[in-house]
């Protein structure tokens, strides 16, 4: 918008620009560095590990994102440029790849395999994963698949669904085939198909998303536990502060608030890693970090023991209300049955009542239960039209797994 360390005028207070950030995928040993909507640099290891990344001479200089194809070996970028070196010919929709195993040479010739594809349905290209058989595209709108079909024309593109846009360039994953990304306003599958995914806290998550800040969504993968985690900023957060996971065995959803900017599966290291950023921080760091002053980032091991970091994990599980006869008759809860595995402390057990579906719930203590790692049974009195448990545990070193809910119920009045 103007020169550097010079202020801005007025009128120029509305510019957006997407946050700084960075796309990295492996060219043999080496690393191509690439800034979302920008440039593309090549960390070469043979420089030992305090050497600069480099930017690559003849790539494009602006890209939407980009990956390296993993068998072919191409770089390819999206949302780039029509003319290489011209940032004002980016085109959102063209993907360019290079010659195989050159990612200096963009340039289509008879005698190499560089060329590049305008596509069709959307505004923009997001993001791309590598997944089996091809690379899947995503736009703001549409899926598309990209396959290697060598000469002469090296990849073919086709549509593989619409209405089905990604909401950021780190918000989609590809598990053993399947790919999975959040868009919009909704979650999505492709397993061969694209498909929209059943979320019950679809709401939760949509009706308070700050969407300025949707490139910041990023999504990792918990091998142990089969699921998948994408982080975001809640409506009134500039940062990641909440999480939404899926679980792909067994169809389940799970909210919290976690900040978590970065994310690695285990593999190279026996834990998951996640990361979380200290604006403020100026703490020293293991490793020289090269232009930073403030702003630190603390690397944590994730699923490492049963506490948060040395303190108590405070967590709850909530079932939906049931009721009797569509909450025609009112229900007396005479006592539950806990089911817990691997319970280690206790546990409290809460009724929410409610008399009517418009009406408030209510708690007392009477309804408010401990099961003990031993307790068989409880005894209650509870009664609504409409009744939920909440389990909750608050303290450290507790673990439980939850079974079947089983409740004694039978109708009655209000009293």
């Known amino acids: 918008v103007g020169t550097w360390n010079t202020a801005r005028p007025q009128t120029d207070n509305t510019v957006s620009i997407y946050p700084r950030i960075w796309q990295f995928d492996n060219f043999g040993e080496d690393v191509i560095c690439q800034i979302i909507d920008g440039k593309s640099f090549l960390f070469d290891t043979s420089d030992g590990i305090n050497a600069r990344a480099t930017q690559i001479t003849n790539a494009p200089t602006k890209n939407a994102f980009s990956i390296v194809a ?7 970028c999206f949302g780039t440029e029509l003319t290489i070196g011209d940032t004002t010919t980016q085109d959102p929709m063209l993907v360019r790849f290079s010659n195989q195993e050159d990612i200096n040479n963009f340039v289509a010739r008879n005698e190499n395999t560089a060329g590049d594809m305008r596509l069709n349905g959307g505004s923009k290209i997001v993001t791309a994963i590598k997944s089996r058989g091809q690379i899947l595209i995503i736009t703001d709108t549409s899926l598309h698949g990209m396959q290697y079909v060598g000469t002469p024309y090296t990849y073919a593109f086709q549509q593989l669904g619409a209405n089905c846009g990604c909401i950021g360039p780190h918000a989609a994953i590809d598990v053993n085939g399947q ?14 198909s694209s498909k929209k995914l059943i979320s019950p806290v679809e709401d939760y998550v949509f009706d308070d998303i700050n969407k300025t800040q949707a490139y910041k969504v990023h999504v990792g993968h918990v091998s142990q536990f089969n699921e998948i985690i994408w ?3 809640s409506s009134s957060s500039n940062s990641i502060d909440r999480w939404v996971s899926y679980n792909y065995l067994e169809s389940t959803w799970s909210v919290g608030t976690m900040p978590r900017t970065a994310w690695s599966d285990s593999g190279t290291f026996d834990k998951p890693q996640g990361a979380e950023y200290f604006p403020d921080s100026t703490a020293d760091t293991y490793n020289t970090i090269h232009g930073l002053t ?3 980032s603390l690397l944590y091991n994730q699923e490492d023991g049963i506490n948060g970091n040395g303190s108590a994990i405070n967590t709850f599980l909530q079932s939906g209300y049931f009721d009797i006869g569509d909450g025609e008759q009112v229900m007396f809860m005479k006592k539950f049955i806990p089911d817990f595995k691997e319970q280690q402390n206790n546990l409290t057990v809460q009724l929410i009542l409610k008399k009517y579906p418009n009406a408030n719930a209510t708690i007392s203590s009477s309804d408010l239960h401990t099961v003990t790692p031993t307790t068989e049974k409880v005894d209650t009195r509870a009664r609504g039209r409409q009744i939920a448990l909440k389990i909750q545990s608050q303290s450290a070193d507790t673990t439980w797994r939850f079974g079947t809910l089983r409740v004694e119920t039978q109708p009655d009045g209000l009293r």
């Open 231 to 233: 982080w975001y900023c």
């Open 179 to 192: 790919a999975f990304w959040m868009g919009e306003d909704s979650f999505h599958v492709f397993d061969g």
């Open 294 to 296: 403030s702003g630190r």
């Open 70 to 76: 993993p068998v072919e070996r191409h770089f390819i």
